[in-house]
């Protein structure tokens, strides 16, 4: 059993910021946490990835603006959010992969908001 809870979500105004966090709750090695969003009527959309080595990957429409980065010790996921757009608005679900048993473990979620 894995768990993730994620938080951190708000609302902020555009230009604004906000700092995500999910800690996960696990015996096993994490290979790669992400951060995936979704709005209603929409696919789960990848916004960040992250490996255990620090290879990163992220969405061209947030390229420059967040940072995603993990701790391992504490097994917990950051996505630093900067200059939201209303855009940005949507479910952010944390997301974990373990290599060793193939299997994928999804957080409930956290709404983020940007007004205009």
């Known amino acids: 059993q894995v768990q993730l809870v994620e938080s951190g979500g708000g609302l902020v105004q555009a230009g604004g910021s906000l700092r995500l966090s999910c800690a996960a709750s696990t015996i096993f090695s994490i290979q790669t946490m992400g951060w995936y969003h979704q709005t209603p009527g929409k696919q789960r959309e990848l916004v960040a990835t992250i490996t255990s080595p620090g290879n990163t990957n992220y969405a061209d429409s947030v390229k420059g603006r967040f940072t995603i980065s993990r701790d391992n010790a504490k097994n917990t996921v950051y996505l630093q959010m900067n200059s939201l757009k209303p855009e940005d608005t949507a479910v952010y679900y944390c997301?974990?992969?373990?290599?060793?048993?193939?299997?994928?473990?999804w957080g409930q979620g956290t709404q983020v908001t940007v007004s205009a």
């Open positions: 997301n974990a992969f373990v290599r060793c048993i193939a299997t994928e473990y």
